[in-house]
């Protein structure tokens, strides 16, 4: 057997939380004294998915089958329907009938993603830099471990020219890549339990977000915000399945990895019938009361700034967006949901607009109200002015001053955000005027209500000392 992979260790606590939670009995080691366990087969599988914000997402994937195999005299136990990925140091093959034992010496996969493997074969191959082509293999080279060239004839006789880091490699004319086990067991029927971890399957999330007509302006005050009716209708699609076999499974879908700094969080447990490559699921929609406000971030984040440098986010903008908020109630509902591109349709003020948005990431372990920003509204414009009377190395002082007038007929609630400087060993926040901002994470916050055809002014100065 291979040594443990940093997957196969992130993922032992898991296998065994996923098989407490989808067995109906403990099934003991061979040997172990006790009665047989009443296990029925069936497949269960947890996808976790994470990664850094804005960085590279990664999946894993635990399965959890218990089915009958046959074993035949020579002592080779045949897995078929399991993951091209899977992690050999992380399988574990058990015998749920402790009256059968079962021991396995070792366990090779019967193909891979080199060329010897695939040669001739239909096969699909899927980079991480996007590219998926499907046609029967003719050449494959390798630049460096996990980045190839690969050169596939696809069914009208076009060729095909695919290079990069490889993200999987499936065999399309076979359900799936055998597993060989050598094993000491008697000849003939064994119900077992195959337990093992993969990076092959992976779901991601998208949404369809209705937003109602708000029924009230909003109280009175510079804090006020429309309020809206809104149902977000979540669609969860599962990747890579079809590399188990046409089975129906029971099946989790987890925001997190095994292992991180944040423990996972369940997003959706169900039945599912698998066995494509795209498997959608729909959970129960969520009717919730929003806001419809106004977000005007004036400074432009740019990559690769130094936060210590004084001209950090010196460029500006014009555009004021209206925004659907999510306080921190709403925030608590839906914080199990992954970030994904997201439908918006917005009824208000007796028009209706579609646009394409993206639902954020959740923060963190925490809820937390945050934004979905839907679209620049030509009516409304902001102006920000930034001033700097100290910047020794040691402290810099930072003015800032935001001007925002609204061109429309209705007044409006504005959210003016600044975020702050990260990394300085204090912060402090002074003259604030007209009002006190409040802080959600890295971000200053000051509401200001804005008449129509007026004009608002506000600002603050914060001081850093590094």
């Keep these: 057997m291979h040594a443990p992979s940093r997957a196969a260790i992130a993922a032992a606590s898991a296998l065994a939380a996923l098989a407490l939670a989808t067995t109906t009995g403990c099934p003991r080691r061979a040997g172990d004294p006790g009665a047989a366990a009443t296990v029925p087969d069936g497949l269960a599988v947890a996808i976790y998915v994470g990664g850094a914000p804005g960085g590279e997402r990664r999946a894993l994937a635990l399965v959890d089958d218990r089915r009958t195999i046959e074993i035949g005299a020579d002592g080779q136990l045949a897995l078929g329907d399991v993951a091209a990925g899977i992690d050999l140091a992380s399988l574990i093959v058990e015998s749920l009938d402790p009256a059968t034992p079962l021991r396995v010496a070792s366990c090779t996969r019967q193909g891979s993603t080199d060329g010897a493997a695939l040669a001739h074969r239909v096969v699909r191959i899927v980079t991480v830099e996007g590219a998926e ?24 006789g076009a060729v095909h020219f695919v290079s990069g880091e490889l993200e999987r490699a499936r065999i399309a004319d076979t359900a799936a890549l055998e597993v060989r086990c050598a094993v000491h067991a008697a000849p003939g029927r064994h119900r077992v339990r195959i337990a093992y971890a993969t990076t092959d399957l992976s779901w991601s999330a998208a949404y369809r977000i209705d937003v109602a007509e708000p029924s009230a302006a909003g109280a009175p005050g510079a804090a ?8 977000v209708q979540p669609t969860f699609t599962i990747a890579g399945s079809g590399l188990l076999g046409a089975r129906r499974a029971t099946v989790q879908l987890l925001v997190g990895l095994p292992g991180g700094d944040a423990t996972p969080r369940l997003a959706w447990s169900g039945d599912v019938d698998l066995g494509a490559d795209a498997v959608a699921v729909q959970p129960p929609a969520l009717a919730l009361p929003l806001a419809l406000h106004h977000v005007y971030r004036g400074a ?23 925004a659907l908020g999510v306080d921190d109630a709403a925030a608590a509902a839906l914080h199990d949901l992954p970030a994904g591109p997201a439908l918006v349709d917005v009824a208000r003020a007796g028009q209706r607009r ?12 925490k ?10 509204d030509g009516d409304v414009l902001g102006y920000r002015d930034r001033r700097q009377p100290r910047d020794d190395g040691a402290v810099l002082v930072e003015q800032l001053l935001y001007t925002v007038s609204n061109h429309g007929r209705a007044p409006i609630t ?23 901002g409040e802080r959600r994470g890295r971000f200053v916050r000051f509401p200001v209500r804005v008449a129509p055809g007026g004009t ?11």
């Design 367 to 376: 809820a937390t109200a945050f934004d979905v920003a839907l679209w620049p």
């Design 133 to 156: 082509v499907e046609g029967r293999l003719r050449h494959v080279s390798w630049r460096e471990p996990g980045r190839g060239q690969w050169v596939l004839e696809d069914e009208a």
């Design 354 to 365: 579609q646009v394409r948005a993206e639902w954020p990431a959740p923060a963190s372990d």
């Design 224 to 231: 006020a915000s429309p309020r809206a009716d809104a149902t």
């Design 456 to 466: 608002e002014r506000l600002g603050f100065e914060a001081e850093y000392q590094w």
């Design 300 to 322: 432009v984040s740019l990559p690769d700034e130094n936060p210590r440098h004084g001209a950090w986010h010196a460029q500006g903008s014009f555009d004021v967006w209206l």
């Design 414 to 436: 504005v959210w003016v955000e600044e975020e702050l400087r990260p990394g300085a060993g204090r912060r402090t926040l002074k003259r604030q005027w007209p009002v006190k």
